[in-house]
């Protein structure tokens, strides 16, 4: 199975890397993806991450480093022909990019943000993942 993956599945996972969302996040039995943007989400919420999670900056470098063995990073250029579809169907414009990367890899989106859910795109929670495996 194929999923794009949100940022808040991501952060979630830096934050507290103990539960389902790390379990799914190492699972073999999927192939995750995200849009090359998330790296520059990272970075905007790496102070956050460090006060919720109590890890250091290079602590958060390091697990991030071990999540992403499992993600495959596109780039932008890859699937900006799905932008403008995108953009007409997801519901926060801060969400575009990965909308775009699931309709060009034809695949649902895992995340965790209510909003979402209310798109044509299928958009799974972390419970509705877990459920498929």
Known sequence: MKFVVDANVIISSLI??????CEILFSDKLK??????????????KKEISE????????????????????QIIPF??????????????PDSKDIE?????LKLNCP?????KKLKQSSLK???TS?????L
């Open 77 to 90: 250029s890859q699937f900006k022909e799905f932008i403008e579809k995108a953009s007409k169907i997801c």
């Open 123 to 125: 958009v799974l929670t």
């Open 52 to 71: 919720k999670s109590w890890l250091s900056k290079e602590k958060i470098n390091i697990l991030f480093s071990l999540i992403s063995l499992n993600l």
């Open 98 to 102: 990965y909308f775009a990367l699931a």
């Open 109 to 113: 989106l895992w995340s965790n943000d």
């Open 16 to 21: 507290s890397c103990t539960g389902k969302t």
């Open 32 to 45: 995750l993806y995200v849009p090359e943007f998330l790296l520059d989400e990272l970075e905007k919420y």
């Open 128 to 132: 509705e993942v877990m459920d498929l």
